[in-house]
């Protein structure tokens, strides 16, 4: 009985496609995990990101003032910096009828930016404006989002404390809001953000055009060329090194705190002033990798370009090395004629 083959459905891939696209994208999670380790130094501190907190927090106790009434939200200072929102009603609990909340650096939204903008870079296939485009109104989306979901927390807490008032425990619903979203909530809109605008501009089948038609889109190398600019951005992140120690060891005030850190250990005293100490020594230390961080990056990314074929599928490296062997050739055989013609006079003063 003969075989029969079934031809493969149109637009379907092959596992070797398959494959390709794997390996292709198998970037991406390597890039997200350096992104991630670069945000996790750099947040280190308390209140790395205070300008876009303090922002936010604005604009979370306006709108909520606006939306809910005058005097259902109060700003303050929390670290010194303005972004302590007090929630208040009748009903919450405690002696002030309030709810203590502040927006701290991963409230901020920026991590989720990072993150989506990392996914939306890393994909093949689609031009660089477009994916600058799609950077830009993602993360303007993730931070009116990130406002919206701040802004929820009074109608969570009012609802739910209107039939237990006075109890801690009716604002576990807005914890639990708090940490559904922090959890996976953001994540799942951000993966679906970034399928939707994925899908719109072709898909897999975009990416493995684009594999097929360029295996090997980019890579790194080092500077070759080196201007003023350059040199520059090198001092810049080795000052930034400089400044990181230097908060640890020429700053008085994590000097102070180390030391008063030592004597609690000494003693084994356990008191207010040395939590205090430990939280301005663990600043200092955050402070320290948070710029440590930045020069790390500054400096590689200075140091390392992204580089592109030629048109005729070469790299620039090689010409580059192809025309200095060129050079060298043509001084070689220039050498060798001048020692000819010295040696033609030699003969001829000789005879």
Avoid at 87 to 114: K, N, Q, R, T, W
Avoid at 221 to 243: C, D, I, M, T, Y
Avoid at 264 to 276: H, I, R, T, Y
Wanted: glycine share 6%.
């Amino acid at each position: 009985m003969a075989a029969t083959t079934t031809a493969r459905p149109d637009g379907d891939m092959s596992w070797k496609e398959v494959g390709e696209l794997g390996l292709r994208y198998g970037r991406i999670p390597m890039a997200l995990l350096l992104v991630e380790a670069f945000y996790w130094f750099l947040t280190l501190p308390s209140d790395t990101l205070a300008p876009v907190q303090v922002t936010e927090a604005w604009i979370w106790n306006e709108l909520t003032n606006f939306i809910y009434g005058e005097g259902s939200a109060v700003i303050s200072q929390h670290n010194g910096w303005m972004t302590r929102i007090d929630l208040l009603h009748v009903d919450f609990p405690g002696p002030y009828d309030s709810v203590g909340l502040y927006v701290s650096d991963e409230c901020a939204g920026v991590h989720e930016m990072i993150f989506l903008s990392t996914l939306v870079m890393m994909t093949d296939g689609v031009p660089q404006r477009d994916k600058l485009k799609a950077v830009a109104v993602m993360c303007g989306i993730v931070y009116v989002l990130n406002i919206l979901r701040l802004v929820v927390f009074y109608p969570i807490a009012v609802e739910s404390c209107a039939s237990t008032p006075d109890l801690q425990a009716c604002l576990t619903p807005m914890w639990a809001w708090h940490e559904a979203v922090y959890t996976w909530g953001f994540l799942v809109v951000l993966v679906s953000m970034w399928l939707v605008w994925f899908l719109r501009f072709g898909g897999p089948a975009r990416t493995l055009a684009a594999t097929k038609d360029d295996p090997s889109p980019w890579r790194f190398e080092r500077r070759r060329a080196w201007n003023v600019r350059h040199k520059a951005l090198l001092g810049a992140a080795l000052l930034l090194f400089v400044l990181a120690f230097s908060n640890i060891f020429t700053n008085q005030e994590a000097i102070d705190a180390r030391d008063t850190l030592a004597f609690c250990e000494f003693a084994s005293q356990l008191s207010s002033e040395c939590g205090d100490a430990q939280l301005r020594w663990d600043d200092a230390i955050g402070y320290a990798w948070s710029l440590s961080a930045l020069g790390l990056t500054l400096g590689l990314g200075t140091f390392v370009v992204v580089v592109r074929p030629l048109d005729d599928g070469t790299w620039p490296s090689q010409v580059n090395n192809n025309d200095s062997a060129q050079m060298d050739d043509v001084e070689e055989k220039s050498g060798a004629r001048q020692s000819a013609k010295r040696s033609r006079r030699q003969s001829e003063e000789e005879e």
